[in-house]
């Protein structure tokens, strides 16, 4: 969604970050282009990220998220836009400002730490030709902020995953940079462990007040951790907003399907707030226009009850403990799922009536995200 001004975070609840909405932004991103050959990868981009915020681009592999955050490092040079750190352009037209003099810290996801340096060493490299005492001092500080005082003279082999996670912020953090870039932080870390480090990281980041804009392609990480989320698909972005918003009121079909879950009904409109789908008559969010809409219902709005008249029958249920989703097949075999308590009390091949609590988002069928499958490979 390209657009002449660069992508403003959509109003929503205020930023946990304390970034001033009058400040000028630590990063500004406008028009950026990038192809690889007839790939376009990154197709106008805008992008504003308000200084200590946590932001996160998010999307499907391929979707040009990675690339995006390449070439704010200074990585990968782009064919068009500008990109403006802390107020200074970095590049655009005659402008192409090497990556070690954007002060910008870089966590990639891979850490890259090296092996033959202890964790010290690797903490204090970018602060190569300033005075040792002031490597020292600045070296511990950074330890000190991320919890691993006392561990300076190991070798990240001897590290765990969490803690190699750590010292790779530290050497992010420890120059003091504008802007902090993370690179699928926490994909190397085992299902256990990522939660918990996601809370360490944002903890971090916010005691020593720096702004980061993450890249991942996990939802439930931008939602938890992110102040202000922009949400990508093929080079675009089509939503850059808060959490809650994003789930709350989607701009797109393809945010509506890819932040959290969804099910998708084909729909007629019945009034101007009025929609006609398999499972009835709906309120709309918004006014309807066309004939025919795709009407996104979620799972926690659905509810069952037993009804032995009632054309729907329950299908499937995951059981979690916690809650239950349980799966509807309606008589012209869409499906609608429901996310309840944990009482079990209906079956498979339980007939059921459903209904859905509050007004349903509908979108144009010829939404340029209708089609997009978003679990699929960019």
């Known amino acids: 969604m390209a657009s002449d001004a660069p992508a403003r975070p959509d109003d929503g609840p205020s930023d946990p970050g304390g970034a001033s909405a009058t400040s000028a932004p630590a990063l500004d991103v406008r028009g950026l282009e990038k ?5 376009v990868a990154v197709d106008g981009v805008d992008l504003e990220v308000p200084r200590g915020s946590l932001t996160a681009l998010l999307g499907p592999s391929g979707c040009g998220k990675t690339t995006v955050l390449r070439m704010v490092a200074g990585l990968a040079d782009p064919d068009a836009g500008t990109i403006t750190i802390d107020g200074t352009l970095v590049s655009g037209p005659g402008v192409a400002v090497p990556p070690e003099k954007r002060n910008v810290g870089l966590v990639f996801q891979d850490y ?9 060493r690797n903490v204090a490299y970018g602060l190569a030709g300033r005075p040792r005492a002031e ?44 802007l902090v870039l993370l690179d699928e932080p926490f994909s190397n870390l085992d299902a256990t462990l990522r939660a918990a480090v996601r809370e360490e990281v944002r903890t971090i980041l916010r005691d020593a007040d720096q702004t980061a ?10 939602l938890s951790l992110a102040d202000r989320v ?14 809650q918003t994003l789930y709350t009121a989607p ?29 009835g008559r709906l309120p709309t969010v918004r006014p309807i226009s ?3 809409v795709a009407v996104v219902i979620r799972p926690e709005s659905v509810r069952l009850r037993a009804d032995p008249q009632a054309p729907a029958v329950v299908s499937g249920i995951s059981y979690f403990g916690h809650d239950q989703l349980t799966q509807v097949a309606l008589p012209a075999g869409e499906v609608v799922r429901a996310r309840r308590g944990p009482q079990l009390d209906l079956e498979r091949g339980r007939p059921v009536r459903i209904e859905v609590d509050g007004p349903v988002h509908t979108f144009d069928v010829t939404d340029p995200g209708a089609d997009t499958d978003p679990s699929a490979d960019g």
Do not use: C, K, N, W
């Open 135 to 178: 490597r020292e001092r600045r070296t511990a500080d950074a330890l000190t902020l991320v919890g691993l005082e006392g561990v300076e003279d190991r070798y990240p082999t001897a590290l765990s995953g969490g803690q190699q996670q750590r010292v790779a912020l530290a050497r992010a953090i420890v120059t003091r940079p504008d």
């Open 35 to 39: 192809r690889f050959g007839t790939t």
């Open 290 to 292: 066309q004939r025919h």
């Open 251 to 279: 701009a797109t079909r393809f945010v509506a399907e890819f932040v959290g879950e969804a099910d998708v009904l084909a729909g007629t409109r019945a009034g101007t707030y009025l929609v006609d789908t398999p499972i």
């Open 213 to 222: 804009v993450f890249v991942t392609h996990d939802q439930e990480e931008a």
């Open 230 to 243: 922009a949400v990508m698909e093929a080079g675009r972005v089509h939503q850059f907003a808060h959490p």
């Open 112 to 120: 890259a730490l090296f092996p033959h340096l202890t964790v010290a």
